[in-house]
């Protein structure tokens, strides 16, 4: 795993970078917008909403039907797509990316045919690859979205879900993984990134650890296509997943990687249109992946959205942006810290595993309260649990506010925010 400290070098600079974004222009109750909310979702640059535009005005078709000229052209901007996505998460082949409408999407995608019987020659003959008595390990800070859909898989076979405890900086230790990995669980689940605690988790080692006992790695990279350089197979994970929106790309696009053989023994998970083979009275035959996995009309605008953001999302990681990203992360680390009664989650000794993600609760001041009086001031921050309740309940908080930066958040927004979070302090305590 590479951490933003080594990324590639790009020529982007931080003034070219702002000039993508036409919201960094904005106000709102007249002050200057502090957009502080890139975990959530991220701005749209410019070259995203073109590209969605003119695919929406001149690739206008459905996909990989019609023979007509505008078919054509807009089959071969979603292939386009889709071979982009392969080469950026250095996947094999292009036939190992399944578009998604997101995240939880793909996540539920997998959930669910992976207790399902598994294709072989194109047929459902072998035993689903999770079934009743087996064991999921599930990371204690996952996302809803990475958690909920295996609780769910768990309630229709009969397996049983085990969760591998996060340590009290954020880190996951891998001892206590190896120990973990003793009840034989077939799937292990965890994000590259936190969407909380904002570490990027040692997924390579934790995969070698995972193979060597048999078990499958499962990787939400929500987080972590963001702010890490991500090579799936490098980094040994068996499925790797992520949204669009969140790496500039249209809303409603997402990703699902998987090696090979493990898409081809996946049976399908919705009926319809593309996805078939032959369909007969007497029963249909599937696909080959990954249309297999791609039922019905898909985001004929948006998936093509991916190429422009993720060639925007390697730009954003050149030398000038990178040492404004670290900038801004050291600055707003070490003022938080200084803060009295203020609780950092996700705080590691190792500075070069954590990314802007800066989630805190303060002693006295309820986290609404802080966000609200932080949105009058410009500032947008998300508060509350973070799709992530049982992590809250281990921390013992009923929720919490988190700041999230982009590469191009410049230190000015930066001390504005602290200067805003001083005062909205002292207002509510
Ligand atoms: C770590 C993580 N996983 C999954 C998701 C779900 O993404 P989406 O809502 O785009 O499906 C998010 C969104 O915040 C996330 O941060």
Same mark, same amino acid.
């Given at each position: 795993?590479?951490?933003?400290?080594?990324?590639?070098?790009?020529?982007?600079?931080?003034?070219?970078?702002?000039?993508?974004?036409?919201?960094?222009?904005?106000?709102?109750?007249?002050?200057?917008?502090?957009?502080?909310?890139?975990?959530?979702?991220?701005?749209?640059?410019?070259?995203?909403?073109?590209?969605?535009?003119?695919?929406?005005?001149?690739?206008?078709?459905?996909?990989?039907?019609?023979?007509?000229?505008?078919?054509?052209?807009?089959?071969?901007?979603?292939?386009?797509? $889709?071979?982009? #996505?392969?080469?950026?998460? +250095?996947?094999?082949?292009?036939?190992?990316? *399944?578009?998604?409408? @997101? =995240?939880?999407?793909?996540?539920?995608l997998l959930?669910t045919c992976l207790g399902q019987s598994r294709i072989e020659g194109g047929h459902r003959v072998a035993e689903p690859y999770i079934g009743?008595?087996?064991?999921?390990?599930?990371?204690?800070?996952?996302?809803?979205?990475?958690?909920?859909?295996?609780?769910?898989?768990?309630?229709r076979t009969?397996?049983?879900?085990?969760?591998?405890?996060?340590?009290?900086?954020?880190?996951?230790?891998?001892?206590?993984?190896?120990?973990?990995?003793?009840?034989?669980?077939?799937?292990?689940?965890?994000?590259?990134?936190?969407?909380?605690?904002?570490?990027?988790?040692?997924?390579?080692?934790?995969?070698?650890?995972?193979?060597?006992?048999?078990? $499958?790695?499962? #990787?939400?990279?929500?987080? +972590?296509?963001?702010?890490?350089?991500?090579? *799936?197979?490098?980094? @040994? =994970?068996?499925?790797?997943?992520?949204?669009?929106?969140?790496?500039?790309?249209?809303?409603?696009?997402?990703?699902?990687?998987?090696?090979?053989e493990l898409l081809d023994e996946l049976p399908p998970y919705m009926g319809g249109?593309?996805m078939i083979d032959h369909v007969r009275?007497e029963g249909s035959t599937w696909a080959e992946p990954?249309y297999r996995f791609?039922a019905?009309?898909?985001?004929?605008?948006?998936?093509?959205?991916?190429?422009?953001?993720?060639?925007?999302?390697?730009?954003?990681?050149?030398?000038?942006?990178?040492?404004?990203?670290?900038?801004?992360?050291?600055?707003?680390?070490?003022?938080?810290?200084?803060?009295?009664?203020?609780?950092?989650?996700?705080?590691?000794?190792?500075?070069?595993?954590?990314?802007?993600?800066?989630?805190?609760?303060?002693?006295?001041?309820?986290?609404?309260?802080? =966000?609200?009086?932080?949105?009058?001031?410009?500032?947008?921050?998300?508060?509350?649990?973070?799709?992530?309740?049982?992590?809250?309940?281990?921390?013992?908080?009923?929720?919490?506010?988190?700041?999230?930066?982009?590469?191009?958040?410049?230190?000015?927004?930066?001390?504005?925010?602290?200067?805003?979070?001083?005062?909205?302090?002292?207002?509510?305590?």
């Open positions: 795993m590479v951490p933003i400290e080594q990324a590639k070098e790009y020529p982007m600079t931080l003034e070219q970078a702002r000039k993508r974004f036409p919201q960094l222009e904005e106000t709102v109750y007249g002050k200057p917008l502090v957009y502080l909310d890139h975990a959530a979702t991220s701005l749209r640059p410019l070259e995203v909403v073109r590209c969605w535009e003119e695919v929406s005005f001149r690739k206008n078709a459905n996909l990989h039907r019609a023979v007509h000229y505008m078919a054509q052209q807009a089959t071969a901007a979603f292939e386009e797509a $889709r071979a982009t #996505v392969a080469s950026f998460l +250095g996947a094999a082949s292009p036939r190992e990316i *399944v578009f998604t409408p @997101g =995240a939880t999407a793909a996540a539920n959930a009743a008595g087996d064991c999921l390990l599930v990371a204690e800070s996952e996302h809803h979205s990475n958690l909920v859909p295996w609780q769910m898989l768990c309630e009969g397996a049983r879900l085990v969760v591998l405890p996060v340590e009290e900086d954020g880190s996951y230790n891998l001892t206590r993984l190896e120990e973990a990995l003793k009840a034989a669980p077939k799937l292990f689940c965890i994000a590259h990134i936190s969407n909380v605690l904002g570490l990027i988790n040692p997924i390579a080692e934790m995969a070698a650890l995972c193979h060597r006992a048999g078990c $499958r790695v499962v #990787v939400d990279g929500a987080q +972590g296509i963001v702010h890490a350089d991500v090579n *799936v197979c490098e980094m @040994g =994970a068996d499925y790797y997943f992520f949204s669009g929106h969140k790496i500039y790309a249209a809303p409603g696009t997402g990703v699902l990687w998987a090696r090979a249109g593309e009275w990954p791609e019905g009309t898909q985001n004929l605008s948006g998936v093509p959205t991916l190429v422009p953001a993720l060639r925007l999302l390697q730009e954003l990681r050149g030398p000038e942006m990178l040492a404004n990203a670290l900038a801004v992360r050291d600055y707003v680390w070490e003022q938080l810290l200084a803060i009295q009664g203020l609780r950092l989650y996700g705080n590691p000794s190792d500075r070069s595993l954590k990314v802007p993600i800066f989630s805190f609760s303060i002693e006295g001041v309820h986290h609404e309260d802080l =966000a609200l009086l932080l949105d009058k001031m410009g500032v947008a921050v998300r508060s509350g649990q973070m799709c992530a309740e049982p992590l809250m309940g281990r921390i013992g908080v009923t929720g919490m506010v988190r700041a999230s930066f982009a590469p191009f958040n410049t230190l000015q927004e930066a001390e504005t925010f602290i200067k805003s979070l001083h005062k909205a302090i002292g207002m509510l305590r």
